[in-house]
Nanobody, 122 residues
């Protein structure tokens, strides 16, 4: 069983930055950030896999940075150059299988945090 707690969301103007954090209890070999727009399914933003592979959605490449603090069992997401279209609920996800075939696919993850809202104003 893995419990995930996100923090760090908030409101910022376009061009600004926010840092999200996800504290995990339990073993989580694969972790990722997803976001969800109202009425839409969750979409993968960035993933940090069991083999230290990092993957980004095209929409955030060059602006977002995912990292992991292994000692603290924490997943981080640094979001720079934020745009209004980044406004969404952001979720942390984890899975404790060895390898997930599609690290940005929602169905690959068993455990989810409660979400944290990110709002970017123009």
């Amino acid at each position: 069983q893995v419990q995930l707690v996100e923090s760090g969301g908030g409101s910022v103007q376009a061009g600004g930055s926010l840092n999200l954090s996800c504290a995990a209890s339990g073993i989580a070999y694969n972790m990722a950030w997803f976001r969800q727009y109202p009425g839409k399914e969750r979409e993968g933003v960035a993933a940090f896999t069991s083999i230290r592979r990092i993957i980004y959605a095209d929409s955030v490449k060059g602006r977002f940075t995912i990292s992991a603090d292994i000692a603290k069992n924490t997943l981080l997401l640094q979001m720079d150059s934020l745009k209004p279209e980044d406004t969404a609920m952001y979720y942390c996800a984890a899975d404790n299988r060895g390898i997930v075939p599609r690290p940005l696919a929602e169905l690959e993850y068993k455990y989810w945090g409660q979400g944290t809202q990110v709002t970017v104003s123009s």
